[in-house]
Nanobody, 128 residues
């Protein structure tokens, strides 16, 4: 089992920055996991934001956040971060971190159904 706990959400003005954190724990968690961030706005489906391979650190992003958001991880702390800059009102959503075991593959999971473990979510509100 893997447990994920997000933190760092809040209210920020458009153009501002915020960093979300996701602490992972559990005996199952290893370098063969991908950690991703998703978001869900009211009335909309949950959508992919960014992901990082825990072993190696390669990253990939949704087009809507490329160049504004940066995903990273601190292996020693077991924590994944999402640095969000130049925030826009349309970034307002509940942000979830998620994890998936991919084994020794190059898979790049991007859909919610592909992920096994989820955090409880943290709210980000961007005011205009």
């Amino acid at each position: 089992q893997v447990q994920l706990v997000e933190s760092g959400g809040g209210l920020v003005q458009a153009g501002g920055s915020l960093r979300l954190s996701c602490a992972a724990s559990g005996r199952a968690f290893s370098n063969f996991f991908v950690m991703g961030w998703f978001r869900q706005a009211p009335g909309k489906e949950r959508e992919f934001v960014a992901a990082i391979r825990w072993g190696g650190g390669s990253t990939y992003y949704a087009d809507s956040v490329e160049g504004r958001f940066t995903i990273s991880r601190d292996i020693a702390k077991g924590t994944c971060y999402l640095q969000m800059n130049n925030l826009k009102p349309e970034d307002t959503a509940v942000y979830f971190c998620a994890a998936k075991y991919i084994g020794p593959t190059n898979n790049r999971p991007k859909t919610p159904d592909e992920y096994t473990y989820w955090g409880q979510g943290t709210q980000l509100t961007v005011s205009s």
